[in-house]
């Protein structure tokens, strides 16, 4: 039977042609989600890397999505996918390696994005309006500190012999959250930061004078300092 339909065809004698329709024979199928990443399903069955001429979209997918790295390994594993970095620890472990990676293959680390939370609390007047947001940060962080202590890994974040990126508030007038952020940014290339809307336990108001101050008097000045404007 075989040899009549080679004769009819050659490529009834290809593997290629009998793993296609043993795919399609299925109720289901990975096909569409393997091409998403650019992965194919060889004539064995095996899940393998499409062709280098015919593979785009993980690097478009790794332009979008972002990988936090609070160790050495998930610094180097987000250069190895392409992805942007969260890095959460020491600079020397989970930010460093990452761009030293990018370099290494011949990419630019400016062409990827670098975020972190670094909230900004705006008053002119800490000692009055901080109090109640610093009881409800205090209270998050044992949360996230229990988290911690209950993995076996070691994390630089949590590492009082190394420095970690700073990721503690900013808190005062908008001259200081300026400089702050300002510095901040410039020292560690970060593209993204990202600030707390909202305190554990406390009304969404109570952030909101300050979260409008952040948005209209310190996000323009901090861009226009980072951007040289």
């Not at 594993?77 to 989970?94: D, E, Y």
């Not at 062409?111 to 939370?117: A, E, H, L, P, T």
């Not at 410039?186 to 409008?212: C, F, K, R």
């Amino acid at each position: 039977v075989r040899d009549a339909f080679v004769e009819i065809d050659p490529k009834w004698g290809e593997p290629e042609t009998w793993g296609a329709i043993k795919r399609a024979a299925g109720p289901v199928t990975d096909f569409f989600l393997l091409a998403a990443v650019d992965l194919k399903r060889d004539v064995t069955g095996r899940v393998a890397p499409e062709r280098a001429d015919e593979t785009v979209f993980r690097t478009i997918l790794g332009r979008t999505l972002w990988i936090a790295g609070m160790a050495a390994g998930s610094a180097e594993r987000a250069a190895r996918f392409h992805t942007h970095l969260l890095p959460q620890g020491a600079r020397g472990v989970v930010l460093d390696p990452w761009r030293q990676k990018l370099l290494d293959s011949g990419r630019d680390p400016g062409n990827y994005r670098v975020g972190i939370i670094r909230s900004c609390f705006v008053t002119d007047d800490p000692e009055r309006d901080w109090g109640p947001i610093k009881q409800a940060e205090r209270y998050r962080m044992s949360v996230y500190g229990r988290f911690f202590r209950e993995t076996p890994d070691k994390l630089s974040a949590f590492d009082p012999e190394q420095q970690s990126i700073p990721q503690g508030w900013v808190v005062g007038d908008v001259e200081h959250c300026v400089a702050e952020l300002t510095s901040f940014i410039q020292e560690y290339g970060i593209t993204d930061v990202v600030t707390w809307g909202a305190a554990p336990g406390l009304p969404p108001s109570a952030m909101n004078a300050s979260l409008e101050r952040y948005a209209t008097e310190v996000v323009p000045r901090v861009r226009a300092a980072v951007e040289g404007r």
